[in-house]
Nanobody, 123 residues
Framework: QVQLVESGGGLVQAGGSLRLSCAASGRTFSSYAMAWFRQASGKEREFVAAISWSGGRISYADSVKGRFTISRDNAKNTVYLQMNSLKPEDTAVYYC????????????????WGQGTQVTVSS
């Protein structure tokens, strides 16, 4: 079994920055992709960013391109999400997710999920 633990959420003013972290532990795979999703109150969970095992393939939702940066440290089994120029519409619970092999923007293709961390952006 794989456990994912997110951290780094909080309350920030519009235009500010936050850095989320997600540490994976337990069963490990030879290669796995990781991603960030978010879910605002009353809305469906949506894709934010994904990164391949090597870091060579990265994708972002259009809504966060140019503001968010995903990265990973395989030695620490950790993925990060640097969020800059935050907007009130970025307010949501942010989840990290893991799947074997290739990254994907689809929620139904991820096998493991963290418990989520709240990000609130005030105007």
């Amino acid at each position: 079994q794989v456990q994912l633990v997110e951290s780094g959420g909080g309350l920030v003013q519009a235009g500010g920055s936050l850095r989320l972290s997600c540490a994976a532990s337990g069963r490990t795979f030879s290669s796995y992709a990781m991603a960030w999703f978010r879910q605002a109150s009353g809305k469906e969970r949506e894709f934010v960013a994904a990164i391949s095992w090597s870091g060579g393939r990265i994708s972002y939702a259009d809504s966060v391109k140019g503001r968010f940066t995903i990265s990973r440290d395989n030695a620490k089994n950790t993925v990060y999400l640097q969020m800059n120029s935050l907007k009130p519409e970025d307010t949501a619970v942010y989840y990290c997710a893991l799947r074997r092999y290739y990254s994907s923007p689809r929620t139904d293709e991820y096998d493991y999920w963290g418990q989520g961390t709240q990000v609130t952006v005030s105007s």
